[in-house]
């Protein structure tokens, strides 16, 4: 993957990234939070943060032995694994139902 840094977030006990050069804004949403990337938004329980150089590698086989939704890669940051999400094809499991109301204001 060619994206200089990623946007790290956490959901489901599990630490997530989306290459930041996609995202659009992180916004407050009902089940937390937002990360809108593309024309995609992600639930999230917390940004974790933005970090440049991570060494991503394709999925390897017996992670989509168990993982069946799309997945750009995987990572590993401070030591913790971490799958790379593309906002063009995202994993069902991780997308933020929209928001009954209006627009929410941009964190």
Same mark, same amino acid.
């Given at each position: 993957?060619?994206?200089?840094?990623? $946007? /790290? +977030?956490?959901? @489901?006990?599990? !630490?997530? @990234?989306?290459?930041?050069?996609?995202?659009?804004?992180? %916004?407050?949403?009902?089940?937390?939070?937002? *990360? =809108?990337?593309?024309?995609? %938004? +992600?639930?999230?329980? =917390?940004?974790?943060?933005?970090?440049?150089? $991570? %060494? *991503? #590698?394709? /999925?390897?086989?017996?992670?989509? #032995? +168990?993982? &069946? =939704?799309? @997945?750009?890669?995987?990572? !590993?940051?401070?030591?913790?694994? $971490?799958?790379?999400?593309?906002?063009?094809?995202?994993?069902?499991? +991780? $997308? &933020?139902?929209? =928001? %009954? &109301? @209006?627009?929410?204001?941009?964190?």
């Amino acid at each position: 993957m060619s994206a200089a840094s990623y $946007l /790290l +977030f956490r959901r @489901g006990g599990g !630490l997530w @990234g989306v290459a930041s050069d996609e995202v659009v804004r992180v %916004a407050p949403h009902a089940a937390g939070l937002a *990360v =809108e990337a593309g024309a995609t %938004a +992600f639930a999230a329980d =917390e940004v974790v943060g933005v970090v440049a150089g $991570l %060494a *991503v #590698r394709p /999925l390897p086989l017996f992670v989509r #032995r +168990f993982w &069946s =939704e799309p @997945g750009a890669g995987l990572a !590993l940051h401070a030591g913790e694994p $971490l799958m790379i999400v593309d906002p063009r094809q995202p994993p069902p499991p +991780f $997308l &933020s139902p929209p =928001e %009954a &109301s @209006g627009g929410t204001p941009d964190v």
